[in-house]
């Protein structure tokens, strides 16, 4: 590996502690190096916050060394004033004359921009060393901006026979487990990274699901529930104070509508996911978990509008039940995860 590239390894390493705070931000870590020695290293923490070159700098005890110095970052530097001053700006005044970028940020108000001023100024500006890597750093970012759309993982469990639910659920409103603890947690893990978690009527009847972070620590995503003629009950656990809800239905609430709830009204026909996206990308919300059924799930895989999909297999059989739904991907990953077995794809 070079130089180059195992600074910039340190610098996404850094960037993933911003997992789930730096919304509507990207995740971005910064080190800088003299004589081949890290003397400063930071990360972005949260929006409206010091950005990981301010970070990196402020680390760095003798000042005299920034301009003998190299600064690596994985993202292009800002050239723009937003709730913190330009970083490409800050760079240029401390005198730090070597730039090593992981990659250009795509969004409008930079693309470009902090590595032409940096340039201009007079600094050595080397771009995409681990570039690829850089850019799936910030996936959701990226896909917001570009696409307009959240980032979105599908994620279902599944049992050896490929079921996701019995043939009934014994009359309870209650989830029929098919993963075990570790991997209860991880799911925790993922909703303290994302935005949003959506689900299907049937689901939020038949399991009444609460959606929240219990296993892990972190911001509560914003719950997302389809609803088209209203029968989720009012005393389902979605609708309760712990997290916002928005829900998506044909038909207006008049009467009783829970504070944290936000009723959103749609024509449920073939264009309903593309809605729902546009609605979810109008209030920032950059990254998606669909965890319904396998019609809910079904639905985003017709239209293609995925990205993701993380798929457990648990050590059950239902003999006969709701399969699992239908698509094809490429495998990107498989890992145990205690007695399941945790499989990836990506949507190329």
Not at 68 to 96: F, M, N, Q, R, W
Not at 192 to 204: D, K, M, V
Request: aromatic share 8%; with cysteine; hydrophobic share 35%.
């Amino acid at each position: 590996m070079s130089v180059h590239k195992k600074y910039m390894q340190r610098c996404i390493q850094l960037a993933k502690n911003g997992l789930g705070t730096t919304y509507p931000n990207p995740l971005v870590g910064s080190v800088i190096v003299y004589q081949d020695r890290i003397i400063g290293e930071g990360w972005h923490y949260q929006a409206g916050t010091a950005h990981a070159e301010v970070n990196a700098i402020n680390a760095v005890e003798d000042k005299a060394l920034l301009s003998k110095s190299t600064i690596y970052v994985s993202l292009e530097p800002c050239s723009h004033y937003g709730k913190t001053p330009p970083c490409s700006d800050l760079i240029i005044a401390k005198g730090i004359k070597r730039v090593v970028i992981g990659t250009i940020d795509s969004f409008a108000e930079v693309s470009g921009r902090g590595i032409q001023k940096l340039i201009q100024a007079g600094c050595d500006v080397i771009v995409g060393v681990l570039e690829e890597e850089c850019k799936q750093l910030n996936k959701r970012f990226f896909t917001f901006h570009n696409k307009e759309r959240p980032y979105i993982i599908l994620k279902w469990a599944k049992t050896r026979d490929n079921f996701i639910a019995p043939a009934n659920n014994r009359g309870e409103r209650a989830p029929v487990w098919i993963t075990e603890a570790p991997a209860k947690q991880l799911v925790h893990q993922w909703r303290a990274e994302e935005q949003a978690i959506l689900i299907g009527t049937q689901t939020a009847i038949k399991d009444n699901p609460k959606l929240t972070l219990r296993n892990w620590q972190g911001q509560q995503p914003t719950r997302i529930i389809l609803d088209r003629s209203n029968k989720v009950p009012e005393n389902s656990h979605i609708f309760d104070t712990n997290a916002a809800t928005i829900c998506f239905t044909e038909k207006s609430i008049k009467n009783n509508k829970p504070t944290n709830t936000e009723y959103i009204i749609v024509p449920f026909t073939q264009d309903l996911i593309p809605t729902i996206c546009k609605a979810l990308y109008e209030r920032g919300i950059q990254s998606l978990i669909v965890e319904g059924g396998t019609k809910t799930l079904q639905s985003f895989i017709d239209l293609n509008m995925w990205d993701e999909a993380r798929v457990f297999t648990g050590d059950k059989y239902f003999k006969n039940g709701n399969p699992e739904p239908k698509f094809k991907a490429t495998k990107h990953s498989q890992v145990q995860i205690g007695n399941d077995l945790l499989t990836t794809y990506q949507n190329d």
